[in-house]
T-cell receptor, first 112, second 113 residues
Framework: EAQVTQNPRYLITVTGKKLTVTCSQN?????MSWYRQDPGLGLRQIYY???????DKGDVPEGYKVSRKEKRNFPLILESPSPNQTSLYFC???????????FGPGTRLTVL | QKEVEQNSGPLSVPEGAIASLNCTYS??????FFWYRQYSGKSPELIMF????GDKEDGRFTAQLNKASQYVSLLIRDSQPSDSATYLC?????????????FGKGTLLTVNP
């Protein structure tokens, strides 16, 4: 089944404890992106990647890192999480940057 | 800042009626337009995309695009309670290397049995 997967789906952590949210797609998509969704603010892009080893900042990159060492994986790294990073995170992918994006199931992160 | 605007709703329609969802965008050069449906706590799910002026129909859904007015809409015919969700309009901006999708904040649709 063609899909985007994310892990973990739910995470409660404490301020400053490094964490990684994984994202993987099995559709051989070139383009991958991370979003966060907050009430009243909608979906905002954090980082994106147009292909292996090609990543760039979106609208709200502060406090996040990404890497794209393999085409299928695009992990989101929070080196020192803070409470303002409590949010619902979505990974998305598309065949190329101009195609429609498909979303993963989401990761609900709470930083205490 | 390039913006995508939607009425937040809630939009309430009776079962069987036509639901009309609207979206305006500020970037006149935008090339492609997407409608996503999002159930509470779930991920956005693509319903339709449209690139050219006019109407595009897929089952009970019709997307309408008017680039001159910078307006895109989604019509849902014969609305069902299962259509109750938040509908997100997304616009792919012109230019730049990102071809970023900018999302509206969504319209909450409630279909009453």
């Amino acid at each position: 089944e063609a899909q985007v997967t994310q892990n973990p789906r739910y995470l409660i952590t404490v301020t400053g404890k490094k964490l990684t949210v994984t994202c993987s797609q099995n559709m051989n998509h070139e383009y991958m992106s991370w979003y966060r969704q907050d009430p009243g603010l909608g979906l905002r892009q954090i980082y994106y990647s147009m292909n292996v080893e090609v990543t760039d900042k979106g609208d709200v990159p502060e406090g996040y890192k990404v890497s794209r060492k393999e085409k299928r994986n695009f992990p989101l790294i929070l080196e020192s999480p803070s409470p303002n990073q409590t949010s619902l995170y979505f990974c998305a992918s598309s065949l190329r940057r101009t195609n429609e994006q498909f979303f993963g199931p989401g990761t609900r992160l709470t930083v205490l | 800042q390039k913006e995508v605007e939607q009425n937040s709703g809630p939009l309430s329609v009776p079962e069987g009626a036509i639901a009309s969802l609207n979206c305006t965008y500020s970037d006149r050069g935008s090339q492609s337009f997407f409608w996503y449906r999002q159930y509470s706590g779930k991920s956005p799910e693509l319903i339709m995309f449209i690139y050219s002026n006019g109407d595009k129909e897929d089952g009970r859904f019709t997307a309408q695009l008017n680039k001159a007015s910078q307006y895109v809409s989604l019509l849902i015919r014969d609305s069902q309670p299962s259509d109750s969700a938040t509908y997100l309009c997304a616009v792919r901006q012109s230019g730049g290397s990102n071809y970023k999708l900018t999302f509206g904040k969504g319209t909450l649709l409630t279909v009453n049995p």
